[in-house]
T-cell receptor, first 111, second 112 residues
Framework: QKEVEQNSGPLSVPEGAIASLNCTYSDRGSQSFFWYRQYSGKSPELIMFIYSNGDKEDGRFTAQLNKASQYVSLLIRDSQPSDSATYLCAVNLSNDYKLSFGAGTTVTVRA | DAMVIQNPRYQVTQFGKPVTLSCSQTLNHNVMYWYQQKSSQAPKLLFHYYDKDFNNEADTPDNFQSRRPNTSFCFLDIRSPGLGDAAMYLC???????????FGPGTRLTVL
């Protein structure tokens, strides 16, 4: 089992819709969770981090964490064509200094 | 603005010809990381430094080495690049281990 798993997509949503991305992780003791956005040919850019169970909102983005079920999700409301990118889920596994990345979910927002 | 800078942005080298990639940061972060990312794959951690303490990932090839001469700079040396080393090389920093990591723009390496 991979440490961090994401659906690779592509996830295609119409402009203005909600894009929902999911990420599951294997280590129940994981403490920190991150979402990065990566445009083609560019480096990852931090969108959000979340440490506690529940929802965290920042503009059109909402991160949701459920430690009991070991998943973290990202919602993108009012999706725009500029949101078309690959979204990487990263988890800081317990007793580890590094981040484990999922392979990413590619999102395409069609006008 | 505080940031992570990588040079060059694009590097072309010949098979077996050594190459050095550089990273600098103005964030004054303690930790610096080097990742390799190939197309449609997750970033793969090669090394990281906590201050001057070097940590090598177990599966990082011996062909890859790193130097951190001071807090601000970190270098990735590829001694004898092979075709399989063509990738995007990402430098990242964090204030402390397990903190949020901030990435530089990356260096795209092409091996001919």
């Amino acid at each position: 089992q991979k440490e961090v798993e994401q659906n690779s997509g592509p996830l295609s949503v119409p402009e203005g819709a909600i894009a929902s991305l999911n990420c599951t992780y294997s280590d129940r003791g994981s403490q920190s969770f991150f979402w990065y956005r990566q445009y083609s040919g560019k480096s990852p850019e931090l969108i959000m981090f979340i440490y506690s169970n529940g929802d965290k909102e920042d503009g059109r983005f909402t991160a949701q964490l459920n430690k009991a079920s070991q998943y973290v999700s990202l919602l993108i409301r009012d999706s725009q064509p500029s949101d078309s990118a690959t979204y990487l889920c990263a988890v800081n596994l317990s007793n580890d200094y590094k981040l484990s990345f999922g392979a990413g979910t590619t999102v395409t927002v069609r006008a | 603005d505080a940031m992570v800078i990588q040079n060059p942005r694009y590097q072309v080298t010949q098979f077996g010809k050594p190459v050095t990639l550089s990273c600098s940061q103005t964030l004054n972060h303690n930790v610096m990381y080097w990742y390799q990312q190939k197309s449609s794959q997750a970033p793969k951690l090669l090394f990281h430094y906590y201050d001057k303490d070097f940590n090598n990932e177990a599966d990082t090839p011996d062909n890859f080495q790193s130097r951190r001469p001071n807090t601000s700079f970190c270098f990735l040396d590829i001694r004898s690049p092979g075709l399989g080393d063509a990738a995007m090389y990402l430098c990242a920093t964090s204030r402390e281990s397990a903190d949020t990591q901030y990435f530089g723009p990356g260096t795209r390496l092409t091996v001919l």
